[in-house]
């Protein structure tokens, strides 16, 4: 959404054709913005300075605020929620525990990965 950049000289041609009488839509038209806009920039030019500088700050923070929240719902909307529970099964850790209890390896074996006792395929085999 794009936000029309007001220059002096459109604002005084703008309230010119107010105090004349032009509609929200023929000003529109003329100036090539939508009518929000300039019933919006009317509005805003009839304020005092100060009020003027706290409407702008709060249509900021509001425009601010909304993107947040739909960007948040955009994530939500696509994202499916699904607990994962990553923790290995029991008999896995019951296995590591007793793994673990056997002889230890040697420097040698720990370094070529050489299988625990009674762990090597060829033992398997027998």
Same mark, same amino acid.
């Given at each position: ?44 030019? =009839? ?6 500088? /706290? +409407?702008? $700050?709060?249509? !900021?923070?509001?425009? #601010?605020?909304?993107?947040? %929240? ?16 990553? =923790? ?6 019951? /296995? +590591?525990? $007793?793994?673990? !209890?056997?002889?230890? #390896?040697?420097?040698?074996? %720990? ?16």
């Amino acid at each position: 959404m794009g936000t029309t950049t007001w220059t002096p000289e459109m604002v005084e041609l703008l309230l010119t054709l107010a105090a004349e009488g032009a509609s929200a839509t023929a000003m529109a038209q003329r100036f090539g913005v939508k009518k929000k806009a300039v019933t919006d920039k009317l509005y805003i030019c =009839r304020l005092s300075p100060v009020e003027a500088r /706290e +409407r702008i $700050r709060n249509i !900021s923070r509001r425009r #601010r605020e909304k993107d947040r %929240a739909s960007n948040y719902q955009h994530i939500l909307r696509q994202t499916d929620f699904v607990i994962v529970d990553n =923790r290995p099964p029991a008999e896995l850790i019951a /296995e +590591r525990d $007793r793994r673990n !209890s056997l002889m230890p #390896r040697d420097l040698t074996a %720990a370094f070529f990965g050489d299988p625990l006792p009674g762990f090597s395929a060829l033992e398997r085999r027998v």
